[in-house]
């Protein structure tokens, strides 16, 4: 082999290195992230059905006395608590989860978006915990009472354990999301994407949207549509807020240099 291609051939190696070391690392990163929700789900499934006492309790303060839930597949009594306890685990693993993804974008970053990015990740997940928060203390108890009103009479209502559990998470990560949005509005304009002005503009079609989406992500009542429309036009506006001191930090930092 001539000097020429060993040279072509350690130029290649040290090309393919660096992917090879940043596949390395991811892989060790998802292993950490599964291992984090393994150990969480280790620890929560032994209250599994506890937890799911607590989380029936909304609706079943409000079904007549004598009523209570069922479970109309056989199955249902080990799944039910099983799939809440996995789900569970996922969400208190997420600050883990997303240190682990920070750890591993940190370093392609420019400085200013490292000193926005962690204050970013963190408010993400507390804006995550208090939309299902939301939903757990001021929406169910509103939908449940809403629901059980409005059964025709002489209908004796045996809510399956299954079902409830669909509907609950559906709704947990309906607000969950919805909580998200000062954060979505502080990345587009971060990536330049749109600015404040912009956002502040198209206020009216952000409102009917939002009617919208809570329209096709909560139950077919009034109630609930309005306690996830209101809410995220709120966050809109706290986003748009946030956003014009991204915006200003953004124009500070153009031209600066990615850190070595």
């Known amino acids: 082999m001539s000097a020429t291609e060993n040279g072509q051939q350690t130029s290649s190696e040290q090309q393919e ?40 309790q909304p609706l079943r303060e409000l079904l007549p006395v004598g009523q209570t839930m069922i479970a109309t597949d056989i199955t249902s009594p080990f799944f039910a608590p099983l799939k809440l306890a996995l789900v569970l685990a996922v969400f208190v693993a997420i600050p883990i989860i997303l240190y682990q993804l920070w750890s591993f ?41 809403f629901f059980t009103a409005i059964g025709p009479e002489g209908i004796v209502e045996l809510p399956d354990i ?7 998470l559906k709704m947990f990560f309906a607000f969950g999301i919805a909580f998200e949005i000062p954060i979505a509005t502080v990345l587009l304009i971060l990536t330049g994407a749109t600015t404040p002005q912009d956002l502040a503009a198209k206020r009216p079609y952000v409102v009917v949207a939002c009617f919208i989406i809570g329209m096709l992500l909560t139950p077919p009542d009034i109630i609930s549509q ?32 990615p850190e070595a």
Request: charged letters at 15%; hydrophobic letters at 60%.
């Open 226 to 257: 309005t306690l996830l429309a209101v809410p995220m036009w709120i966050l809109f506006e706290f986003g748009i807020i946030f956003g014009r001191f991204a915006y200003r930090e953004r124009e500070e930092a153009d031209g600066e240099e």
């Open 105 to 145: 974008v940190a370093p392609g970053l420019y400085a200013h978006e490292k000193r926005l990015a962690f204050p970013l990740l963190f408010t993400s997940v507390l804006l995550f915990y208090a939309g299902a928060a939301f939903a757990y203390f001021v929406v169910f108890p509103l939908v449940f009472g």
């Open 17 to 56: 290195m660096p992917l090879i070391e940043h596949l390395l690392e991811l892989r060790n990163r998802l292993l950490k992230m599964v291992l984090a929700v393994i150990i969480c789900f280790a620890a929560i499934y032994p209250f599994a059905n506890e937890l799911y006492l607590l989380l029936s």
């Open 162 to 168: 299954s079902s409830y559990l669909n509907f609950v």
